[in-house]
């Protein structure tokens, strides 16, 4: 039996994974979750897999793919996102989304420890436990038809709050911390102290991540002339106004791509981006009790996927925030070494 450890971040646009294979290579893995925008199907593949999730229960003839023996449970993966997307989703589509991204790096026999997080664990936190735990054995299906079935068992050694793992992974970890974590969907606020993961009061701006900064971008009129007038035809203008290619300029820093020609959008999207942070700023402002961001001897620490977004750097150093190193995949690293001092303090005792 082989261990393999994890720490794992749900999240509600991507999957981020940090893996520590039985030979100590690390692994960092990042898939688009069920809930990713406008897409009905997600297609993961490899080499030698092909998995389909699909979100669109029209496409019923594909949705059986996952098998959990040990339960008899098919996971349909169209129904794990349906219903309550930001509440019982994380946990039921957790599962399935874990198993296609580890697939090729996990084998026969496997025991994985694992710690992953959940932006409510109050609530969801025993949900997200008991969909991970167990021995588990998952059949897929290839492209060819051919079915390879894989038996492992899964033993969650914590769940924590979700970004907390930001600070878990700090090389100095700081005493007295406070995170922001600007995600897809969700803007998390976390005071933390170092005696405890996190405090109760775990603040949550369900609609204020990246995800309401791309609808304000899709409604912009000098973007979408100047996208127009560059990028001529209508089918490459849907393109580059559509969520992903929005999301896809934002990433190479404001520069949108039209067939192979360069449009510098950055002066056109900075009022907007700023517009979303002023709000995003108000908004915390207004929910937060205490002013722990001028409370002296806490450290601020931004992460998440939303910190690399054009104009956010200089916002959030005008806070005194520090964004994290690789900002997207921080809390899964920082779950990730939890998992390890934990499965070490496991052997101790044993
Ligand atoms: N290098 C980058 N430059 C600009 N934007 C980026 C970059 N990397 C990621 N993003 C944006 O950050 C968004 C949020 O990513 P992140 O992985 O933090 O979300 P999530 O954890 O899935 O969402 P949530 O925390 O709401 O569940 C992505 O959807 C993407 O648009
Ligand atoms: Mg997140």
Known sequence: ???????????????????????????????????????????????SYSFTLHTDPEKGNEREFFK???????????????????GQGKPRFAFPLLVAAIWPHIQNGDCIKLVASVHDKATYGQAMKEGLNGVHSVTYTTKDETQETKTFCIDVLDIVYESAGVVLGQENRPVKSF????????????????ARLALDSVIELP???VKS????????????????????????????MSNEGLMAMLKNKGIATVEKIKVDCRDVIKPVVQRWLKSLESELYQSLSASYLDEPGRTLLLSGGGSLVPYVKEWAQGLNFKIVSDPQFANATGLHSRAVSLSQKEKVAA
Do not use: F
């Open 1 to 47: 039996m082989q261990q393999v450890l994890i720490g794992y971040d749900p999240g509600n646009h991507w999957c981020k994974i940090c893996l520590e294979k039985p030979d100590g290579t690390i692994e960092k893995i990042v898939i688009p979750s069920s809930l990713a925008t406008d897409q009905n199907s997600i297609v993961t593949e490899g080499s």
């Open 68 to 86: 959990s023996w040990s339960t008899n449970e098919v996971y349909e993966p169209y129904q794990v996102v349906v219903g309550d997307r930001t």
């Open 179 to 194: 995170i922001l974590d600007i995600g897809g969907g969700t803007v998390l606020a976390i005071p933390m102290n170092a």
């Open 207 to 209: 609609h204020s991540g």
């Open 213 to 240: 900064l791309l609808g304000q971008l899709t409604i912009c009129n000098e973007l979408k002339s100047l996208i127009r007038s560059d990028a001529g035809m209508s089918k490459h203008y849907a393109r580059v």
